[in-house]
């Protein structure tokens, strides 16, 4: 199965900072065949991003995605006091689908 | 809208098997557009991928799980559900259930936590 590894594990940030996440796969996710989602604590996963850089239906266009191949980046160009929350990363390129370990992105 | 609705026991035995349903509305779950899946969550932790199914009862699983879990389908109730067989306390977990469109997960239920004790 594809392995995915997420980078940094927490971030610490300030409201109006830019935040860069990033996901490694560990071999490479065809047709950019990876999602991101947003978690909130005591909340389901929220899809943002589908085929490496697509924003979801009603998804704010300060997200957004980028990469290719094996290196996925998700970018938040300023963050909103409501965007502090677990980000996941996750493949369909080959089944099983797999996630990464996640991503928090904390106030600063 | 389109809701899917996670329903269950909350508490599990170790070594009895655990069914959850999810009840869709607002969407029709025998569109040949979507699988439907299951995925869990243990507390604190990441998301695993559970397993799919279609509307017409083809079914895909995690290979990590394949061997205690089975999924079905219900058309005329609008629902689908899963069962886990052998349960331990590593199965204790939040399940979601969630509607699955070109590989990604576009909605999701609300989730149901599900303890694995005696």
């Known amino acids: 199965e594809i392995e995915l590894t997420q980078s940094p594990g927490t971030l610490s940030l300030s409201p109006g900072e830019r935040a860069t996440l990033s996901c490694r796969a560990s071999q490479s996710v065809s047709r950019s065949h990876l999602a991101w989602y947003q978690q909130k604590p005591g909340q389901a996963p929220r899809l943002l991003i589908y085929?490496?850089?697509n924003r979801a239906t009603g998804i704010a266009d300060r997200f957004s995605g980028s990469g290719s191949g094996t290196d996925f980046t998700l970018t938040i160009s300023r963050l909103e006091p409501e965007d502090f929350a677990v980000y996941y990363c996750q493949q369909y390129s080959k089944s099983p689908e797999t996630f990464g370990p996640g991503t928090k992105v904390e106030i600063k | 809208q389109m809701q899917l609705q996670e329903s269950g026991p909350g508490l599990v035995k170790p070594s009895e098997t655990l069914s959850l349903t999810c009840t869709v509305s607002?969407?029709?779950?025998?569109?040949?557009?979507?699988?439907w899946v299951w995925i869990r969550q243990p507390p604190g932790e990441g998301l695993e991928y559970i397993g799919s199914?279609?509307?017409?009862?083809?079914?895909f699983y995690n290979p990590s799980l394949k061997s205690r879990v089975s999924l079905s389908i219900d058309t005329s109730k609008n629902q689908f559900s899963l069962k886990l067989t052998s349960v331990t306390a590593a199965d204790t977990a939040v399940y979601y259930c969630a509607r699955q469109g070109s590989g990604y997960f576009q909605q999701w239920g609300l989730g149901t936590l599900i303890t694995v004790s005696s």
């Open positions: 607002g969407d029709s779950i025998s569109s040949s557009s979507y699988f």
């Open positions: 199914i279609f509307y017409i009862g083809s079914a």
């Open positions: 085929d490496a850089s």
